[in-house]
């Protein structure tokens, strides 16, 4: 190969490179006033993650009301929701703007619905479930301790 050609090689693998960093691991971010990192996103894309995390919400609510009333069967009804909705429904340009460090968080909830499904179901323990549903929240308050939502101006 002549030096013209491994150039052009070299130039293109770095854009691919760069390319993947910046939609696998940076993100659209940028630094907000208060320390958290700032996802930028569109006016509608906000609005979709923020009904998704309220949904989530309410979902969590609806959980421990059920662990309260000793009622396993309803919190297995409200972790099969959870782990259905968790099934790759957000959208890929969505996702490409989520730093690394927001996408972990987001699997590791996810894992953890899947696990409070499968101890729900197995062993129907109100007090492990309630440990699990903790787990969870441990989760999201990471999440919004470190990240916020900003519509891109």
Known sequence: MNKKCIAIIIILLALVLGGAYKFLIQGSVTDG???????????GERLYILGEMRALLGHMQELITAISDDDMDTVIKISETLVEDSGGKTPTRIIAKMPIAFKQISINIHSDFKQLLAE?????????????????MQNCLACHATHSLMPKQ
């Open 120 to 136: 729900s179901t197995e062993k129907r323990d109100s007090k492990l479930a309630l440990k699990q549903v903790s787990k969870i």
């Open 33 to 43: 006033k208060d320390g958290r990192t700032v996802i930028l996103l569109d006016a």
